[in-house]
Nanobody
Framework: QVQLVESGGGSVQPGESLRLSCVVSGLLLAPVPVGWFRQAPGKGREAVSC????????YYIDSVKGRFTISRDNPQNTFYLQMNSLKPEDAGVYYCATVVLVRDPDTMEPRSCYGIDYWGKGAPVTVSL
């Protein structure tokens, strides 16, 4: 049985940091692209960041570029989202998932990603004074 379990969510003030972790069990992480998604109250789920297998190519939504960093530790079957300089608009429930990266056909750079097959149950993040 494959499980993805998030941890590290919480309540912080604007400008502070959080690191989300996603522990994967029942599935070897190394060959699998993975990513993070978030859903704010009253809004749809959006892809925040994804990484190809082998800690290769990465995708970030524009609003988090320069502030968030995705990484993976394949031997630990765990991947992470380091979130710095958090803003109120970053608040929501964060989900980890296995993903497919969508690449630009000319440059082959990741331009988006979407979740497929396996999802965690979510970790809430609140950013407020």
């Amino acid at each position: 049985q494959v499980q993805l379990v998030e941890s590290g969510g919480g309540s912080v003030q604007p400008g502070e940091s959080l690191r989300l972790s996603c522990v994967v069990s029942g599935l070897l992480l190394a060959p699998v692209p993975v990513g993070w998604f978030r859903q704010a109250p009253g809004k749809g789920r959006e892809a925040v960041s994804c990484v190809d297998n082998g800690d290769g190519d990465k995708y970030y939504i524009d609003s988090v570029k320069g502030r968030f960093t995705i990484s993976r530790d394949n031997p630990q079957n765990t991947f992470y989202l380091q979130m710095n300089s958090l803003k109120p608009e970053d608040a929501g429930v964060y989900y980890c998932a296995t993903v497919v990266l969508v690449r630009d056909p000319d440059t082959m750079e990741p331009r988006s990603c979407y979740g497929i097959d396996y999802w965690g149950k979510g970790a809430p993040v609140t950013v407020s004074l």
